[in-house]
């Protein structure tokens, strides 16, 4: 619970004495409540108040660790704010009803590749418990097998829990399974293997009151679970909890958030890769879906990558030589910058041309062409060690080279540079591309 | 953040044209200033009826249905000593467009105003005085502190005071103007509204240079985190300044033709 | 303690817009409360899905999509058969054929193509262009003179074209103008305020406000789309407040994913599933960060994104 300013200001030794750097205590109790100052900053404070004042004043979310993988910590509800810092992350679930639950781990693994510098991959399973404890311990232990992938036991039997973290302790699963009716029992098995421990209750009010009594037991290593009764509670859950949190400063529900998409749109492959793209977006921390197949990952782990993307920081690609639509030695090179979004729209677009091309992307750090043009991070001499670095004359006897439009006052200073070549200015636009490489052609 | 708030101070008993206007109940010159302030980009309107001992009551009550049927619940901010005439005021007040302001209390004599705003969950105009000029700016707070202890311990919203650091006449205190910035910037950095009777500052200058000043000084106080002031919306120069700072403070997004709006 | 529920109402709202005429017209817009947040207050109208017909799209469509138009002429035959998809709300002819770089087909002849639209069909239509601005302009104005009455949305007028078009299409026709700028939030607010100056009643005014496919810079449209719903009700930035609608399929199915062959991409398997997918995805992001409306030109996604709405209002 958020402490007022006027709150703090009761327990300070109101002398006013500027050694916290504040003119007065009032002000500076004002600002230890928005969060601007620690409240360590004044020497004169008693330590049962710092004790009581430093959770008040801890971060709005906290940030929740399983095994790799990092969830929570935002301090923001929309990402020009500032950004966000931990991208959800995708699940698959799989049960011990399953028959075909060997063939579900083995097809998850399956998306794995990398956009723009980053790995691409379904980072957790869910091991969703159906009733048969056996079967479900063994699951878990071929779940904890997959190779660089975090487990969680979703199961609401302590003692099927039990085996089942006996059997995969050093994975250090996510035990998903305090419900109002075990949470002592899970709790006590959460603390003792050293787990996370998921929440789940069937109302906003029900979880508030269940996740308050596990945090007097005196854990705060918590993940909460959105509803599964309907899309639009789950959706509330997610959107409320967050907004408690991180708007109205109430740590209770400070804490990441579970959203089984597979539950709520059970055999619904494509309302599933819908629900993975509202919780992306939309607060979830952990999404959990039947399965990942490509056509759902590429659009999904692209608009992760974007919401995630920190608004002061561009995407760069890496530079060098991008050979398009079979592309070889003999094709003709246009050069552009390495913005990421310049490369997706230019080369997006010379796809669509569907004339062989090398896109050499060079290394402009990160500006779009006019930016890094303006910076002098794209420049005759720029490209010209490019192509020296890179040896590009000696990878392409093609002699063509296509110049951005944009920059077209370079042409002269590239064609000094690059004698051999015969230099071209290309279109403004990149939607004119196609047009132009076909007219080339 | 929100965007400023200019609160128009050209209904004002001290004006011959209004004070008449009021005495008789003569509602054109009224409407006349009001509508010259809203077109100019008011967001509140001060309704000045001056001590007015003896009717306070029914003229505020007139002068707030008066406005507020004619320009869609404009807000108002009742302005006079008459504390009556101000409870009078929000009794017919129509809150669709903002909570009334009751201007003003202070750390003195009338600090009993902000019991009134209180009681009638109203925003107040909390002036950091208490008897004259406060000397410097650990007085200021002493009053602020004052103020907002017993504001809250009556239930307001912090937020609900605004703060007044009183803006002081540079002729005759000019060494004192970077006082009154600071301390807006002491309020605003407790998460305070703060406002104020700007063109005190530029008191006794010649007609041509206030606007000139005022524009100069509204720009720094906002810079410092003040969120209104008590201004002439009908001063062009005065008003283009405070849209231009909304804008560089992203109170408002930019568009091209932002000064037109 | 119990738990504090806060509801997050404003005081603003964004203004509704009606499309089309009689009993199917819709209403867009009107919420007081950020994107699909019903359990805040209740969303009077709920966003909605429009099915795009562009007159070049079956040639390069996929087998599915081919298959559900399988038999269709005409524009109009098209129309009829989208309008029977449960879901869809309202018809947004696209003449990409108009584009005087390709086939160039007359102003004349895709009026004549809406006019049979408008009488095979009783949905509300929404014309989007070539993206010519001077074609544009005299298709505009040509179909929202034949289509007179119906109240179509001419999607829509420019920074370099909103004279015209609003002239035309806003004060002479009486239609609804869309005001499009591509992801630049000072010209979507700006263009708005010309629009308005220029006369065009606020209630006439949708925005597009640009889009990309998910992946694609898509961070942009987010920011544009959440911060342009931020001033809208949080500020009470009255030039702000249009709906928005956004064509999603016009951007989705050109990407990569949507339409590298599974010959050239063997591991990724499906185009048309990818396809589906990359305009679910898409669309429901841009639904979660302010649109009143999309745009959508494959049945699976139609369906799939309706039904998604209808769950959450």
Partial sequence: MALKGLDIFKLSPKTNCKECGVPTCMAFCMKVAQGALPIEKCPHMGADVIAKLSEATAPPMKTIQVGDFKMGGETVLARHEKTFVSKNLYAVSVSDADADADAKLAEMTKVDYERIGERMFVEMVFVTYAGNKDAYVELAKKAAAVPGRAVILDVNCPETAEAALEAIKDAKPVLNGATEENAEAMNALAVKYGVVLGVKADSLDALYDLTAKIEGLGNKNLVLNASTASIKAAFQFAVEIRRAAVKNTDRTFGYPVIVNAAALAAGDKTMQAALASLFTLKYGSIIVMEGMNYAQALPLYGLRQNIYTDPQKPMKVEPGIYPLNGADENSVCAVTVDFALTYFVVSGEIERSGVPCNLLISDAGGYSVLTAWAAGKLSASSIAKFFNEMDIAGKIKNRTLILPGKVAVLKGEVQDKLPDWNIVVGPTEAVQLVQFLKDYK | ?261 | MPFKNKPQTFSAAIKPVELGTGDKAITIGGENVLPLYSFDAPIENAPKVGVEISDTMLETAPARLKEFYAGCETMADMAKKAAELPGVSFICLHFESADPNGADTSADDCVAAAKAVSEAVDLPLVIMGCKNNEKDSELFNKVSDALQGKNILVLAAKEETYKAVGASAGLAFNQKVGAESSVDINLAKQLNVLMTQLGVKQDSIVMNVGNAAAGYGFEYVVSTMERVRLAALGQNDTTLQMPIMTPVAAETWGVKEAIASEADMPEWGDVEERGVDMEVVTATAVLAAGSDAVILRHPESIATVSKLISELM
Avoid at chain 2, 134 to 146: S, T, V
Avoid at chain 2, 172 to 196: C, H, P, R, W, Y
Avoid at chain 2, 220 to 238: H, Y
């Fill in chain 2, 1 to 261: 953040m929100a965007k400023f708030i200019t609160i128009g101070e050209r209904i004002h008993c001290i004006s011959p044209s209004i004070r008449e206007a009021m005495a008789t109940r003569n509602p054109e010159p009224i409407l006349k200033r009001a509508k010259e302030q809203l077109d100019a980009g008011a967001t509140y309107l001060d309704v000045n009826i001056g001590p007015a001992e003896n009717d306070g009551e029914e003229l505020m009550k007139w002068a707030v249905t008066l406005l507020q049927s004619e320009f869609d619940n404009v807000p108002l901010c009742l302005d006079t000593a008459n504390k009556k005439a101000i409870e009078a005021g929000i009794s017919v007040y129509n809150r669709s467009k903002g909570k009334p302001i009751v201007n003003s209390a202070d750390a003195g004599d009338r600090i009993e105003n902000i019991d009134l705003a209180a009681a009638n969950d109203a925003i107040v105009i909390a002036l950091c005085s208490a008897h004259g000029i406060a000397a410097d700016n650990d007085e200021r707070m002493m009053h602020c502190q004052n103020m907002l202890e017993r504001g809250m311990s009556l239930g307001m919203e912090e937020t609900d005071l605004w703060f007044d650091p009183l803006f002081l006449v540079v002729k005759g205190m000019q060494d004192k103007q970077m006082e009154v910035l600071e301390a807006i910037k002491m309020f605003s950095e407790m998460g305070l509204n703060t406002t104020g009777g700007l063109s005190n500052n530029s008191n006794g200058m010649p007609k041509n240079i206030r606007p000139i000043m005022d524009s100069a000084m509204i720009a720094m106080a906002m810079m410092q985190g003040m969120t209104s002031a008590i201004v002439n919306p009908c001063d062009q120069r005065l008003m283009e300044t405070i849209k231009s700072c909304d804008v560089l403070k992203n109170n408002v997004l930019y568009a091209d033709s932002y000064l037109d709006l």
